[in-house]
């Protein structure tokens, strides 16, 4: 009686196996099915290619918010806006503060440092593929100034920002060694009294 049970038992195994496997395969072909209405445009969720709109573009900055973030005048279709706002990749300025917090020291020299540097003038934009946009939707980018070179570079060599290495990007290396310098030199952000 045990080896009729053991027999009988074989067929329903395989049944659930070739059950499993079609599941698994209607899934995959429903998911296929769902990619190719999305790259179609069939699916009501706008599809946006933000490294085709703004990767290498030589964009005019119409205002700076701070000193690292600013705008420019390239719609963002993402955002339904006729400016872009761009959040600079892989550094962080003191922040400006709100209605109830004080500016961070050199919050106001970031933003100068910015604006002098750039505000009205035209700028390239380098995106990094994996990570195209940060918090409240802004592009991240890092941003060159023609025949300057980085304005993200010259922010944290002149003290004005802490690297930011919580993401991987192509200058991790070259940002994380300006802020060593500028911390070396005692400059900016990196004063005693600031750093402390």
């Given at each position: 009686?045990?080896?009729?049970s053991?027999?009988?038992?074989?067929?329903?195994?395989?049944?659930?196996?070739?059950?499993?496997?079609?599941?698994q395969?209607?899934?995959?072909?429903?998911?296929?099915?769902?990619i190719?209405?999305?790259?179609?445009?069939?699916?009501?969720?706008?599809?946006?290619?933000?490294?085709?709109?703004?990767?290498?573009?030589?964009?005019r900055?119409?205002?700076?918010?701070?000193?690292?973030?600013?705008d420019?005048?390239?719609?963002?279709?993402?955002?339904?806006?006729?400016?872009?706002?761009?959040?600079?990749?892989?550094?962080?300025?003191?922040?400006?503060?709100?209605?109830?917090?004080?500016?961070?020291?050199?919050?106001?020299?970031?933003?100068?440092?910015v604006?002098?540097?750039?505000?009205?003038?035209?700028?390239?934009?380098?995106l990094?593929?994996h990570?195209?946009?940060?918090?409240?939707?802004?592009v991240l980018?890092?941003v060159?100034?023609?025949?300057?070179?980085s304005?993200?570079l010259?922010?944290?060599?002149?003290?004005?920002?802490?690297?930011?290495?919580?993401?991987?990007?192509?200058?991790?290396?070259?940002?994380?060694?300006?802020?060593?310098?500028?911390?070396?030199?005692?400059?900016?952000?990196?004063?005693p009294?600031?750093?402390?």
């Open positions: 009686m045990h080896s009729t053991s027999s009988s038992s074989v067929p329903l195994a395989r049944r659930l196996r070739r059950s499993r496997r079609r599941v395969f209607a899934a995959l072909v429903a998911l296929g099915l769902l190719f209405a999305d790259i179609s445009g069939w699916l009501l969720v706008p599809h946006f290619d933000d490294m085709a709109t703004y990767q290498g573009r030589l964009v900055v119409i205002k700076v918010i701070d000193g690292d973030t600013i420019v005048d390239l719609p963002d279709v993402l955002n339904d806006k006729p400016f872009t706002r761009i959040r600079l990749w892989g550094l962080d300025c003191p922040e400006q503060g709100g209605l109830d917090r004080k500016p961070q020291p050199y919050a106001q020299e970031a933003e100068s440092f604006r002098t540097m750039i505000e009205g003038s035209t700028v390239t934009l380098q990094e593929p990570r195209l946009r940060g918090t409240f939707g802004r980018a890092h060159e100034i023609p025949e300057m070179g304005l993200n010259a922010l944290l060599e002149a003290g004005l920002a802490r690297a930011d290495e919580r993401w991987s990007h192509v200058h991790l290396s070259r940002y994380a060694k300006a802020q060593r310098k500028a911390q070396g030199e005692k400059i900016g952000i990196w004063t009294d600031e750093s402390d």
